[in-house]
Structures are given as structure tokens and as C-alpha cells.
């Protein structure tokens, strides 16, 4: 059975920092992109960041520009977010999602293009 499980998720003071992590079984991710998205309570989903299958990567939200940071470790078939300076607007239940494609094929923050998705993981930033 093929799926993606987030951990890493909780509760962090404003500025503290969080490594979320997305570990898929059944699924190499090697041949994936892997996106992560979050929803905040009475918000539509939005996508954060990206990574496809050569290791790129691109921020989506402009709020998270420099402050997250998405990797993959396909030894581990595992990707990271990494999110540094938390503020309260990123509290929201994030997401990862994978995708097999083409080696060339750079990721998107477009969540339909993206078929195997996790269950979410908490994060909430509070004082």
C-alpha cells in the first residue's frame, strides 16, 4: 500500500522553528516531485513549496520565501520542510503530496497535479 506520512508538526512560539518531514512507503520518491501544501482553518488550501526530481525547488507562498526551506533525502525516501522565523499566520495543518513524472519536469504548487497525499501534521504557532 503506497503512502506518505508527515511528522514533525506541533506547537512553537513565534520565531521558533519546526522540521516537518514526509516519509512515503510503498512509493519511491526518487521518480517523484513532492510538493508540501497547507490549510488554515476557513482558508483554501495553498501550496508552499516544491521540490522535484533533481533536487530544485521553488517557494510558492511569498511569506515563506526565506524562511522555509524544502529538501529531499531519497536514501531515505523522505523530504524535509524546514521553517525558520515561524509567525502565527503559518498556522495551518500541513500536507505532503507526491507525484511520479518525467526526470525534466519541474514541479508546480498546482494541488490537482498531485495524486498521493498525506494525512497532515499540525503546526501551530502561538506565545
Known amino acids: 500500500q503506497s503512502q506518505l506520512v508527515e511528522s514533525g508538526g506541533g506547537l512553537v512560539q513565534p520565531g521558533g522553528s519546526l522540521r516537518l518531514s514526509c516519509a512515503a512507503s510503498g512509493l519511491d520518491l526518487e521518480y517523484y516531485i513532492v510538493g508540501w501544501f497547507r490549510q488554515a482553518p476557513g482558508k483554501e488550501r495553498e501550496g508552499v513549496s516544491c521540490?522535484?526530481?533533481?533536487?530544485?525547488?521553488?517557494n510558492n507562498a511569498d511569506s515563506v520565501k526565506g524562511r522555509f526551506t524544502i529538501s529531499r533525502d531519497n536514501a531515505k525516501n523522505t523530504v524535509y520542510l524546514q521553517m525558520n522565523g515561524l509567525e502565527p499566520e503559518d498556522t495551518a495543518v500541513y500536507f505532503c503530496?507526491?507525484?511520479?513524472?518525467?526526470?525534466?519536469?519541474?514541479?508546480?504548487?498546482?494541488?490537482?497535479?498531485?495524486?498521493?497525499w498525506g494525512q497532515g501534521t499540525q503546526v501551530t504557532v502561538s506565545s
Open positions: 503530496a507526491a507525484e511520479p513524472v518525467a526526470p525534466s519536469y519541474e514541479c508546480r504548487h498546482a494541488d490537482y497535479e498531485y495524486n498521493y
Open positions: 521540490i522535484n526530481r533533481r533536487g530544485g525547488s521553488t
